[in-house]
């Protein structure tokens, strides 16, 4: 194959690494343009796939201080920007949850690569090693310290993707409807609510909020005040798991991300930042 056919026969194994070490699309692309200009042309290289990897995930963590600089100054919750893919029963591929890549901000650049790496690519510490110019022994230190990290913080619970679903329609008919009897009963008492609108668009606050008591009359209130004419609603999977997509009219206006414990719901991830919404197929 020519340099050409050799890129886009890993573009989709690039885009995922990048992805989930970036938690964001639109960089995501840049760092994929940046790795094949530097690829662009190349010959007789004797393993491309790990060449490649190489040059996207150093691109990746050099785009991480652009990224953090960037959250610095961000209004509100900062929350990834979604993949949204049709609901699939059978393939959730290498998909790593909204709630994961939220616990895997907390990591280092270099922490979040070898354990997205390890954890979800399968690389062996030596490869890794390889890929981010450290030592083996070094490579080993970040990923225990990285796995130990997020098993402290990893959502508690993974819901069966048809429980996750129908619990999924619960709560949205119950906020469509302002429902807040429907919708105090889909909650689980201890619930959060992390509100992404980047100062762009309406968002349930600057910080996260905690508690059932709170969030429901927040939620059915909000929606009383300030209704949306018209929103459409369509179940989609986002980053692997079923999830709602609103419109209003044609145009993304909010993806709704629910992490699921039993039939009640545990932690609500809406983002309404357009400029997030904006790669989203409505299709």
């Known amino acids: 194959m020519n340099s050409t056919e050799e890129f886009v026969a890993h573009r ?59 959250k610095e100054d961000y209004v509100g919750p900062w929350l990834p920007e979604p993949v949204v893919t049709p609901i699939d029963p059978v393939e959730r591929a290498e998909a790593v949850s909204l709630a994961m890549l939220v616990v895997l901000e907390t990591l280092t650049p270099l922490e979040r690569a070898v354990f997205v790496l390890h954890e979800v690519f399968g690389y062996a510490h030596p490869e890794i090693a390889e890929i981010v110019d450290r030592t083996p022994v070094a490579v080993r230190q970040l990923a225990h310290r990285a796995k130990e990290h997020v098993q402290a913080r990893r959502p508690r619970y993974t819901a069966d993707p048809q429980v996750r679903l129908e619990v999924t329609q619960r709560f949205i008919d119950a906020v469509v409807g302002g429902d807040l009897n429907a919708l105090m009963e889909v909650l689980a008492p201890d619930v959060t609510l992390w509100a992404d609108g980047g100062g762009k668009a309406r968002a349930a606050g600057l910080r996260p909020v905690l508690g059932r008591d709170k969030i429901a009359p927040l939620i059915v209130g909000d929606g009383r005040r300030r209704p949306v004419p018209s929103l459409g609603i369509r179940y989609r999977a986002v980053n692997g798991d079923p999830s709602a997509l609103l419109l209003s009219g044609d145009t993304p206006f909010a993806v709704i991300v629910l992490e699921v414990e039993g039939d009640q719901v545990t932690g609500i991830f809406a983002i309404t930042n357009p400029d997030k919404l904006a790669r989203v197929a409505v299709n």
């Open 12 to 70: 989709e194994l690039l885009f995922s690494i990048v992805y989930n070490v970036l938690g964001s699309v639109a960089d995501t692309e840049d760092v994929l343009q940046e790795t094949w200009l530097a690829w662009s042309g190349r010959s007789g290289v004797e393993n491309p796939r790990a060449y490649l990897v190489r040059i996207a995930v150093n691109a990746a963590l050099a785009r991480r201080t652009t990224i953090n600089r960037r």
